[in-house]
């Protein structure tokens, strides 16, 4: 592994499902975070993770749930889809918050 | 208003052409800036960080104006490859660290 993983790469998934999507990081960066992206609104954060240990929230949370149980880890849960929840999905990390940020090649997630 | 406002494009611009990105930040108190450039559907990835007094990086040139809280890019001498979107990102800190990424401004280059 070199940099920051996701997985899957794109998912389709039938409303009511539970779904996790992973995250890898093997640059021992602090910092983790989750973005959806949706045409015309950008980047906007889920969740995001300062330190192994602690998740915060960030604009748009309800409905997902994450955990960073290691520092390199930091999965992001939908427990139960919803079709507004069709979007592109980021995983990043960042040697610390508030410095430069590295992407993860993101899972394009259909919730039918 | 949003919190950073890009100008969404699509800027059409000829190979060779100047051409020019402003981003503004609504938080006074906003305390790093960073260009990221995203191609379709990719991830971002970051272009160049934006510095108080200015910085350049080859053919990018990135500045920041506090008082007008605004932060620019300048591409000279466009490339076809430098066709993306480009967005705009804001740090505040106010108790911890509060990233903004502008919603992007899209990039045509054409022969």
């Known amino acids: 592994i070199a940099g920051i993983t996701q997985a899957p790469t794109s998912q389709i998934l039938a409303a009511g499902r539970r779904m996790t999507l992973r995250c890898t990081q093997d640059m021992r960066h602090n910092a983790m975070y989750w973005y959806r992206q949706d045409l015309g609104l950008g980047l906007r954060l889920i969740h995001y993770?300062?330190?192994?240990?602690?998740?915060g929230k960030g604009e748009v949370p309800d409905g997902y749930s994450v955990s960073r149980a290691n520092t390199d880890d930091f999965p992001l849960t939908l427990a139960s889809a919803v079709p507004s929840q069709t979007s592109v999905y980021f995983c990043?990390?960042?040697?610390?918050?508030?410095?430069?940020?590295?992407f993860g090649q993101g899972t394009r997630l259909t919730v039918v | 208003r949003k919190e950073v406002e890009q100008d969404p494009g699509p800027f059409n611009v000829p190979e060779g052409a100047t051409v020019a990105f402003n981003c503004t930040y609504s938080n006074s108190a906003s305390q790093s800036f960073f260009w990221y450039r995203q191609d379709c559907r990719k991830e971002p990835k970051l272009l160049m960080s934006?510095?108080?007094s200015g910085n350049e990086d080859g053919r990018f040139t990135a500045q920041l104006n506090r008082a007008s809280q605004y932060i620019s890019l300048l591409i000279r001498d466009s490339k076809l490859s430098d066709s993306a979107t480009y967005l705009c990102v804001v740090n505040t800190y106010t108790g911890g660290f509060k990233t903004i990424f502008g919603a992007g401004t899209r990039l045509f280059v054409k022969a």
């Open positions: 990043a990390s960042s040697a610390e918050e508030g410095t430069e940020a590295f």
């Open positions: 934006v510095y108080s």
């Open positions: 993770s300062n330190t192994a240990g602690t998740t």
